[in-house]
């Protein structure tokens, strides 16, 4: 592959530097082992950052915030307490995600880091291997969405616009550089790189991110999990604004995945 893939773009999105869009459409069986994680993002959790008033137009500030107590709620993996700690999350900085500012569209400038906005959000990142595993995330608000905000047209528009809009954007901290230059930094739009399947039910959506759909993206994920022991990656979510009135973007939530054991996966019915 041509070392111009991984060149640094500022202005221009793109797949993951490995993904091209002649990306397969077979589809894979995902039932087997899951990865389950539970993450509540910093911003959900009691006294610690205070929304940004230009987060509040995306939720309902006329409601009051409903408390999340997540002590009960477990998955199989546990929280770290340093970036020491291995086979376990954390909550990164963001920094260093690179996200559209309020004058993207005149200027071209990208946020070196983003606040993040917390969401209600099921997150199932779907890997093919032998068994197939599910990395689960979980991510709740305190309020409401805003009607008529850029997060309430993607909770409840088509697959369609979700496709268009939904975004991920990847960072290898630490890790073998072959998988830093295959994975790469730049943000992808997931519903044009792979097979994406939502389910909106009750006060929810959860996503379904099949790896498998993408020969290309197949590849990739196969050299990450060759070295996921020795790995910490970052992962943002996020919607794409496209017009003045979304901007600027925000991170929905993310995660840091610390040198992950693919033992400590359990058995899913």
């Not at 997150?123 to 608000?141: G, H, I, R, T």
């Not at 305190?142 to 990847?170: H, M, Q």
């Not at 006060?203 to 099949?210: A, G, K, V």
């Not at 050299?223 to 996020?238: F, H, N, R």
Request: negative net charge; aromatic residues 8%; charged residues 30%.
């Amino acid at each position: 592959m041509s070392s111009a893939k991984y060149e640094e773009d500022d202005v221009q999105d793109e797949f993951y530097d490995a993904i091209t869009k002649d990306s397969s459409d077979e589809e894979s069986d995902h039932e087997g082992r899951k990865l389950k994680q539970n993450n509540a993002s910093e911003d959900t959790a009691p006294n610690k950052i205070s929304v940004a008033p230009e987060i509040i137009k995306e939720l309902d500030t006329t409601v009051d915030p409903v408390p999340l107590d997540v002590s009960g709620v477990h998955g199989s993996l546990s929280k770290g307490k340093d970036e020491k700690d291995t086979d376990c999350w954390t909550c990164p900085s963001c920094e260093g995600f690179k996200i559209r500012g309020k004058s993207y569209l005149k200027d071209n400038q990208k946020l070196e880091e983003g606040k993040k906005l917390p969401f209600i959000l099921v997150f199932n990142l779907q890997v093919p291997a032998k068994p197939n595993y599910s990395l689960v995330l979980y991510y709740a608000s305190e309020r409401p969405i805003k009607e008529d905000s850029l997060l309430a047209k993607f909770v409840d528009g088509t697959d369609a616009f979700r496709d268009s809009r939904f975004k991920l954007i990847p960072s290898i901290v630490e890790g073998y550089w072959m998988v830093k230059r295959a994975v790469g930094t730049k943000a992808c739009l997931l519903g044009k790189a792979v097979t994406c399947k939502y389910h909106r039910q009750d006060n929810f959506l959860e996503i379904d991110l099949d790896i498998g759909s993408s020969s290309v993206a197949r590849r990739v994920i196969g050299l990450v999990m060759g070295y996921v022991t020795s790995l910490v990656v970052d992962l943002a979510i996020l919607i794409e604004a496209k017009e003045d009135e979304e901007l600027p973007e925000y991170i929905l939530g993310a995660v840091r995945l610390n040198r992950l054991s693919i033992e400590s996966a359990v058995s899913w019915e």
